[in-house]
């Protein structure tokens, strides 16, 4: 039996201890570095006047609804087919905070507030009255790996990959794991990550490890979401400097921004660098699709979001079928390769990223072989998936490498080749 860490401590072990400290942190108040509505005038740079170093910046394809009722801080980056629906209730997204491809903010009651430092991964949703990284302590916390206590003074959440959160509280210093719930009322308290697929009904369950649904804190979470924060502040940056560079630049297949950690660059389809602001989905960057262009408008259905902008290159093999609400993307410094003949399911996940052998990210890297479907929701990351395999829906496959011809059932976390298979409880 393994022990309940133990899949999130594979996804971080190669991130290195850092941020010691005993001070409590005390959250600044987001005016203190400006606020923004996201308003015509406010998009999709907020506000439009400000520096490319502090503004927020909101991709013309996400959806904004009752923008007065959306408050964004600084350095906000919401990414392409995000949804902020605040028809009934407020939003506000604090500093520093970043709202990925597909994530739903749908609030309801007394409202969403986001705190500062929050990352929102893809496909993440957040509904009803919630508080994320709004309140909770900054440590000591006792490292479960190292058996040694840390404090984080400049603390984060992270909400990962096709996560839900329902009327929820999640504090500071906390994870909710890939394909995860926390239900109505609870409170995650900080120093606890939720184990992927688990579904945090009571309080008990968000605070006592024994029941098997949550972990304890590590310092490698830490220096995780602190990259990926770093990432997306570059992001807010980087938009906003092609934005008025020339706004049709960050609208349909285009540039992604150049960055320490990305070159730049236009996709290459059908062997034709391609530039098309007027295209439904949006394509970025260093991507090489072996369709054409007039293949690929019929291939892929809407709210498409295919980003090489982080990690690069991806290399697509010929599409069988695209769906709605797919998304595309890396971690730094690593690529995609897709083989052909892939079946995409709507709000399918596809990320980059090395398998962790032995504690370290040096093996392969994402991949999927020929004729291969992915199921509704279902969530590839450090994985390799062999030809003529199929991945059910509300499944993920994590840090493995899966032989040809396999099926991973529906609503199950296949991870560490093999020898972690959890069911998705929810």
Known sequence: ????????????AIILASVISTQIYIQPAIAAGGTCNPTVGNLPICPSTAPSESASFVDPAATITNPTNITLGEKVYIAPFAKLDATNAPISIAADSNVQDQVRIIASGTGVEIGPRV????????????????????????????????????????????????????????????????????TLPAGKVVLPGKNVTTNLEATSGSLGKVANLTQADVRLMEGIIEVNEAFAKGYTELARTDLSNVKGINYAPVTSFNSGGLPQIGGIATRDPNYRNRIIGNITFQDS????????????????????????????????????????????????????????????????????????????????????????FRASIGNNSAVGQRSAVFNSTVAPRTYIRSRTIYADNGSIILPVEW
């Open 1 to 12: 039996m393994f022990k309940p860490r133990t899949i999130f401590s594979v996804l971080t």
């Open 293 to 380: 262009l007039a293949t690929l408008k019929n291939k892929l259905a809407n709210r498409i979001s295919l980003r090489a902008d982080e990690g690069e290159p991806f290399n697509v093999g010929q599409i069988a079928g695209m769906a709605n609400d797919v998304v595309f993307h890396a971690l730094e410094t690593t690529s995609l390769t897709l083989g052909n003949g892939i079946g995409y399911g709507p709000r399918a996940l596809v990320h980059g990223g090395r398998q962790v052998v032995n504690g370290v990210a040096n093996g392969p890297e994402t991949s999927i072989g020929n004729a291969v479907g992915l199921g509704p929701n279902s969530v590839i």
């Open 119 to 186: 990352i929102m991964a893809h496909m993440a949703t957040i509904k009803g009255a919630a508080k994320i990284g709004t309140q909770g302590s900054s440590g000591p916390f006792t490292d479960p790996i190292t058996n040694t206590q840390f404090n984080n003074d400049i603390p984060e959440a992270f909400l990962a990959f096709n996560c839900e959160i329902d009327g929820a509280t999640i504090e500071r210093n906390t994870v909710v794991n890939f394909l995860s719930r926390v239900g109505p009322g609870v």
